[in-house]
């Protein structure tokens, strides 16, 4: 069975930092993009980032500069480090696989481009 379970959420202060963590299971993610997305109360889950081809990134705009996303291969897991944490990042964050090799005709800022998702951890940042 296929999982993807996060962890690292919680309830911080602005300027905060957060690591989240996504460990995968049942198989490895090593040659497929992986990616966060997120969701606040009301609104529709949007992008945040995603790593792929040779450990390529790229993430929203309003989230470059304070978040990096990375992975080991080793430990079939993706990280999500957020920093100078803002309200406006207050969302249950996801994270996604796809299941096939990286294929330059996907667009991987879109849902759509992945077959599996975590269960979601809440992060709260408090003014």
């Known amino acids: 069975q296929i999982q993807l379970v996060e962890s690292g959420g919680g309830l911080v202060q602005v300027g905060d930092s957060l690591r989240l963590s996504c460990a995968a299971s049942?198989?490895?993610?090593?040659?497929?993009?992986m990616a966060w997305f997120r969701q606040a109360p009301g609104e529709e889950r949007e992008f945040v980032a995603t790593i792929y081809r040779e450990d390529m990134t790229y993430y929203r705009d309003s989230v470059k500069g304070r978040v990096t996303i990375s992975r080991d291969v080793a430990k079939n897991t993706v990280y999500l480090q957020m920093n100078s944490l803002k309200p406006e990042d207050t969302a249950v964050y996801y994270c996604a696989a796809d299941g096939d090799k990286v294929n330059a005709a996907v667009d991987y800022t879109q849902p759509s481009a992945y077959d599996y998702w975590g269960q979601g951890t809440q992060v709260t940042v408090s003014s």
């Open positions: 049942g198989r490895t993610f090593s040659s497929s993009a």
